[in-house]
């Protein structure tokens, strides 16, 4: 069984940093792909960024573009959410995600298997 577990997320003020980790158990994740969602109150759940199975490629949403990187460890099974600049509106619950292909998605729909999130408040 699939388990992706996130961790990293806290309180931090306008500007800080925050390091957010999704460690994935259960299978072998070399040709996955990997996702990170955000969902804050009242509003749909939206995509943050992606990579690839390898690392090679990235994609970010224009929100996060030069804020936030993505990476991975396949040794670790683990991928990252590096989060700096952060604004009053990042402030969400975070979840990572692994879809089955080797290549990324911005679709939510595209990921098959999903983490319980982690809290990012952010005050100003």
């Known amino acids: 069984q699939v388990q992706l577990v996130e961790s990293g997320g806290g309180l931090v003020q306008a500007g800080g940093s925050l390091r957010l980790s999704c460690a994935a158990s259960g299978r072998t994740f070399n040709n996955y792909a990997m996702g990170w969602f955000r969902q804050a109150p009242g509003k749909e759940r939206e995509f943050v960024a992606a990579i690839s199975s390898g690392g090679g490629s990235t994609i970010y949403a224009e929100s996060v573009k030069g804020r936030f990187t993505i990476s991975g460890d396949n040794a670790k099974n683990t991928v990252y959410l590096q989060m700096n600049s952060l604004k009053t509106e990042d402030a969400a619950v975070y979840y990572c995600?692994?879809?089955?292909?080797?290549?990324?998605?911005?679709?939510?729909?595209?990921?098959?298997?999903w983490g319980q999130g982690t809290q990012v408040t952010v005050s100003s």
């Open positions: 995600a692994v879809r089955s292909y080797s290549v990324t998605s911005r679709c939510s729909s595209a990921y098959d298997y």
